[in-house]
């Protein structure tokens, strides 16, 4: 199978997988492996790797040293901040190799974004529209339009459709307004 015309991959680049989408850009030193699957309209950045296995959905942004694993899967919409990092084997050991079906999966729901040097532990889903602060390291799930922040990752607030926090009253000033859902 033929990649689509429009999919750009540098020259530099190691792509392995022809599961990728129109108008993708794979750049410099990006690696790409054969199963791996990446939609369309996607920017993946200088240095990045994405494992067999991975799927990343339409327009995600996986900027420059980000590692994707096997098991995670990234829905569309999705920004991946510069050196952030995926797991996919809650305790691995280099004597004891796993089965990939002993590993965990990891879901990005759509329009989250995840700061620069955060680490998702793997078994987590991040909620739609979830914002991940810079440096973070989520170890438990991320509710839809959280802001998590520190080590281990905890709610500080809300974050809007738009990328502005929300305030108190859960209304955006670009108008939208949000409620609590109940448990």
Known sequence: MALDPTVFIHDKALCES????PRTRVWA???VMKGARIGADCN????????????????????NC?????KVTVEDEVFLGPNMVFTNDMTP???????????????VRR?????????????VTIGAGAFV????????DVPAHAVVVGNP??????MCACGERLAADLVCRCSRRYRLASA
């Open 18 to 21: 022809e599961d990728i989408g």
């Open 44 to 63: 993946v950045g200088d240095h990045a790797f994405i494992e067999g296995g991975a799927v990343i959905g339409d327009r995600v942004t996986v900027k």
């Open 29 to 31: 030193f990006a690696h």
């Open 111 to 123: 329009g989250a974004s995840i700061g620069a040097n955060a680490t998702i532990v793997c078994g």
């Open 153 to 158: 990752a905890r709610r500080i607030g809300w």
């Open 133 to 140: 602060g810079a440096g973070s390291v989520v170890v438990r």
């Open 66 to 70: 980000v590692l994707v694993w096997d």
């Open 93 to 107: 050991r280099a004597a004891f190799k796993k089965a990939a079906s002993a590993w965990l999966p990891t879901l």
